[in-house]
């Protein structure tokens, strides 16, 4: 192969590996936070569906939970797509509104606790520049550990036990406390007061959390 010819096919090579690298992914644009907000909106009524009829008294049908489910999956999918492509979504691009909605959407797919792990980084990198809220990366911070059956780290992940509200194994929970203010968390004492106000006994189950 003569030289300018080879020199000619590095360079296209070099430019299509530089397509792969995460400089190079395309912003997050207008059209593309619209339809994440229409993805939590949805997210948001199918918990509601299930919260009201917890509220009634009644056992949620089981069709409730598979169509919440169904939900969660391809919101999932979607989301693992548009990060690969994207990056993931930071508040200067797409606002508070859009960047908490992409946190919930990864919260809320327990049906896939690899890709929780595998987005855990990218919110945790988000947070280091400023772009990601300190309490979402405690949040799936814990999620992705329970998830591992290992202690959670900022005590945001309970289980309800003879209806009263347990937390999961925290670890080191004498400073459970200045972890969470770090993130912008209260202390766990008025956590569990909220949490108790909220929802006693008819604390929605996990996965259907808001």
């Not at 999918?77 to 959407?105: K, Q, S, T």
């Amino acid at each position: 192969m003569n030289r300018p010819l080879f020199l000619v096919l590095s360079l296209l090579a070099l430019a299509c590996g530089a397509n792969d690298q995460p400089s190079m992914r395309l912003p997050w644009n207008d059209a593309l936070k619209a339809e994440l907000l229409s993805r939590l909106a949805a997210d948001q009524a199918a918990r509601d569906r299930l919260v009201a009829a917890m509220n009634a008294g009644t056992a949620p049908d089981t069709a409730l939970f598979t169509d919440m489910m169904a939900i969660d999956s391809a919101n999932a999918l979607w989301l693992r797509d548009a990060v690969a492509r994207h990056g993931w979504p930071e508040r200067d691009a797409i606002g508070n509104d859009g960047a908490r909605a992409a946190f919930l959407l990864v919260q809320h797919a327990d049906h896939d606790t690899a890709f929780q792990a595998a987005m855990l980084p990218e919110l945790e990198a988000a947070f280091r520049r400023g772009q990601a809220e300190g309490q979402s990366v405690a949040l799936l911070t814990d999620r992705v550990a329970v998830a591992r059956g290992e202690p959670q780290v900022y005590g945001s992940q309970t289980t309800v036990t003879d209806g009263n509200i347990v937390f999961t194994p925290i670890a080191d929970s004498a400073g459970v406390d200045a972890r969470r203010a770090q993130m912008g968390l209260p202390p766990l004492s008025d956590y569990r007061r909220v949490l108790d106000s909220v929802y006693g006994r008819k604390r929605p189950p996990r996965g259907a959390s808001r």
